[in-house]
């Protein structure tokens, strides 16, 4: 079965930091461009970061200089470190991977940043 599954949410505090994963099973996620998004409550999913089969990356301005995205193609795992976290990244973080001719989506982990 192809799926990519997050882990990684949870409750923080504001200024805290969290680790998101993104494992995929079934397909070699190397070959895939993959994003992180995310949704808050009666808001649109939007972008929050993507890395490239090449490495290159790019994140919301939102996000810019708290966020980190990476991959570990051994572990054929895309991860996204969030350090200094708002209330206002509150949201499920969904992970997506794609080629031209195919995607993937994750279950979606919850992210709640609240004192």
């Known amino acids: 079965q192809l799926q990519l599954v997050e882990s990684g949410g949870g409750l923080v505090q504001p200024g805290g930091s969290l680790r998101l994963s993104c494992a995929a099973s079934g397909f070699t996620l190397k070959d895939y461009a993959v994003g992180w998004f995310r949704q808050a409550p009666g808001k649109q999913r939007e972008l929050v970061a993507a890395i490239t089969s090449g490495g290159s990356t790019n994140y919301a301005d939102s996000v810019k200089g708290r966020f980190a995205i990476s991959r570990d193609n051994a572990k054929n795992t895309v991860y996204l470190q969030m350090n200094s976290l708002k209330p206002e990244d509150t949201a499920v973080y969904y992970c997506?991977?794609?080629?031209?001719?195919?995607?993937?989506w994750g279950q979606g982990t919850q992210v709640t940043v609240s004192s």
């Open positions: 997506n991977g794609r080629t031209p001719v195919r995607q993937h």
